[in-house]
Structure formats: C-alpha cells, structure tokens
C-alpha cells in the first residue's frame, strides 16, 4: 500500500550532521504514523525516532535526543531526520517505515536503507 525511499544517508566525520529524508508513495500518508530505525552491523534493528500522522507528537530513543529531530512534510509525502552532533556510534543502516492506527510492528513498511557513518 505504501512504498518508502530513504536517502540521505553517508560519510559524515564526528560532530557533523546529516539529514535523511525517506519519500512515501502511495495513498493516504498521512494517516501513518512513521519512524526511524537503525540497525549497526551484528545488532539489531533499534528504533531512533518516531512522529505521528499529523506530525503533532514524537519520540526519540534516549541516546539521540537532543541531537535528533524527527519530521514530516504531508504534502510531500516525506519523513526526515535531521542528525546534529553525530557520533561514531550512530554509525548504522537507517530504516524508515511506516504503520497503521493502532500499530502494528508486524505489519510495518520498510524502506531499503540508507548506510550512515559516523568517523572518529
């Protein structure tokens, strides 16, 4: 029902920043909710940030707040995430994805990925 594209993504040294951006097609984007995840080789897939529909709420997981900004653009059917002050440890494969009222984590669409490294 919803394909997603992410881009963004790169070779940033420590301290830099980047934005991903991940482009939804599809109907009715604004009725999903969407997240960033992440998963570093050998880890697993760990959430990073995630916004409602309207865009009036959202979480982040702790090691990124205040550093990470979730947001979205319905009428352009785009989620971004902007990263300040990235860190070696940021480094991952970032997923976004997308899901339905009331969540249901099975049933999420994915993106391909987009890599981020983060160098010392």
């Known amino acids: 029902q919803v394909q997603l594209v992410e881009s963004g993504g790169g070779l940033v040294q420590a301290g830099g920043s980047l934005r991903l951006s991940c482009a939804a097609s599809?109907?009715?984007?604004?009725?999903?909710?969407m997240g960033w995840f992440r998963q570093a080789p050998g880890k697993e897939r760990d959430i990073v940030a995630a916004?409602?529909?309207?865009?009036?709420?959202?979480v982040y997981t702790d090691s990124v707040k205040g550093r990470f900004t979730i947001s979205r653009d319905n009428a352009k059917n785009t989620v971004y995430l902007q990263m300040n002050s990235l860190k070696p440890e940021d480094t991952a494969v970032y997923y976004c994805?997308?899901?339905?009222?009331?969540?249901?984590?099975?049933?999420?669409?994915w993106g391909q990925g987009t890599q981020v490294t983060v160098s010392s």
């Open positions: 916004i409602t529909g309207s865009g009036d709420k959202t």
């Open positions: 599809g109907r009715s984007f604004s009725s999903y909710a």
């Open positions: 994805a997308a899901g339905q009222i009331p969540l249901q984590p099975d049933r999420y669409y």
